[in-house]
């Protein structure tokens, strides 16, 4: 993470800090003006260059200002090559990608309202925790503002739709709406997004999101089984892959410019295609992986760290061809069977962790009947034990050290040889 700053400080940056929305309630943060709902322009990504990053552009902006634009066309612009190009574009293109009002009015609550909420201190620690998000050189005030915003539309859908989690992580995906839509439109695609793709990640145990890991390697298994068999021999598991599915990349990623544009893909396409994206990312590595060895410590190692020279457009292209050549209900025989696989090893060990403990229990039995009463705790001999253990151990460090003779070993060895033993 630490190439982040240093490759977006020297981008270009605007030079507003801020910019009011006709809805929303002022933060709690003082400026020298009121601020309605907090949209950052302090970009971290340079103004669009390539005469292709042009070119679609002006088609997603020629799309905006037709009326008969469908969802159908959003999701095409939003999947193909670049994405939405801009956050300016984003701005307007996410929330109908998602059918949301981005004109609803709605009073927010201020951050002391919320604080006696029993998650407020954990996401206050994840907020803080996630200041890399934030773009960089922003002022001091402008940056508290956003990380109190951030607390607030965090609390607000946990506490709008109380059988949700939160889970750490959720700041991640919620700073990414926050930074480009502002706090209003920011609280009507997370609550979206928490009752329909981040459903399952918000239940009270991580059970489903677990289950749901396993398609990777049903994907393998299916993509590349000599990948999928390496992998699976070195036990290299699924937790590598928790982060990116549950914050969308955004953890995982150093480039804001590769968030938002896996961000625009996954507005567009079902739920579970983050997993799809993770499989492809992991095929496209196989050489790096295989060159590991197979070990699961340095394969895990591998895959948590992702480059930042990925190309992301073929990545996500073979995530699509995945997707329609192995949907969902394709895999889940192979997934069902992973996981009962799985579940009968882990009862296989929780059973010989048991048996251990029987037998280590059953001889300290034995041992104990055959201890004279008077070594045994009790009314009067309670230093009984203590005493006659210390006796004995004593006893054995002088043998181990002396050979029973009272020599030191090297005088017992010297006779052995004097002796022709």
């Not at 399952?200 to 590349?224: Q, S, V």
């Not at 340095?298 to 073979?318: A, G, R, V």
Request: hydrophobic fraction near 35%.
């Amino acid at each position: 993470m630490e190439n982040f700053d240093s490759e977006i400080s020297s981008l270009d940056e605007e030079t507003t800090y801020l910019v009011n929305s006709s809805s929303g309630k002022p933060s709690e943060c003082s400026f020298e003006e009121d601020i309605q709902d907090t949209r950052s322009e302090l970009r971290f990504e340079r103004s669009t260059e390539t005469p292709a990053e042009k070119e679609k552009w002006n088609q997603i902006k020629a799309a905006i200002g037709n009326d008969n634009t469908t969802l159908k066309t959003w999701k095409n612009l939003a999947i193909s090559k670049f994405g939405l190009v801009a956050d300016d574009l984003r701005y307007t293109v996410w929330p109908l990608l998602l059918e949301v009002d981005p004109s609803k009015n709605e009073i927010i609550p201020s951050l002391e309202e919320l604080s006696s909420h029993p998650e407020y201190q954990q996401v206050v620690l994840d907020v803080n925790r996630s200041l890399k998000r934030f773009p960089p050189g922003i002022p001091y005030g402008q940056r508290v503002a956003l990380q109190d915003q951030l607390t607030v539309l965090i609390l607000r859908v946990i506490i709008k739709y109380p059988h949700l989690r939160y889970y750490q992580g959720y700041h991640d995906v919620a700073i990414t709406f926050l930074l480009v839509v502002g706090e209003a439109v920011a609280f009507r695609i997370m609550e979206k997004l928490s009752t329909e793709n981040l459903r399952e990640c918000m239940e009270p145990t991580m059970e489903k999101t677990d289950y749901r890991l396993n398609y990777i390697y049903a994907l393998l298994y299916n993509i590349d089984k000599d990948l999928h068999n390496f992998m699976d021999s070195a036990s290299v598991g699924t937790m590598f892959a928790l982060p990116w599915y549950l914050t969308w990349f955004g953890h995982s990623l150093n480039q804001y410019k590769d968030v938002v544009r896996l961000y625009d893909y996954f507005l567009a396409t079902p739920p579970l295609m983050p997993l799809y994206v993770a499989t492809a990312l992991v095929v496209w590595r196989r050489n790096e992986i295989f060159a590991e060895g197979c070990d699961m410590a340095s394969i895990h190692c591998l895959l948590s760290q992702i480059p930042d020279n990925l190309d992301f457009e073929s990545i996500l292209m073979n995530a699509m061809k995945h997707y329609e050549d192995y949907p969902p209900e394709k895999l889940e025989k192979l997934v069902k069977k992973r996981v009962d696989r799985e579940t009968a090893e882990r009862k296989k060990n929780e059973q010989r962790v048991r048996n251990n403990l029987r037998r280590n229990t059953s001889l300290w039995l034995r041992i104990n009947n055959r201890i004279p009463a008077w070594l045994v705790f009790g009314r009067r001999g309670g230093l009984g034990l203590v005493f006659a253990t210390a006796t004995v151990l004593i006893g054995y460090l002088y043998y181990m050290k002396y050979g029973g003779d009272g020599r030191l070993p090297f005088l017992r060895l010297k006779d052995s040889r004097n002796s022709g033993d």
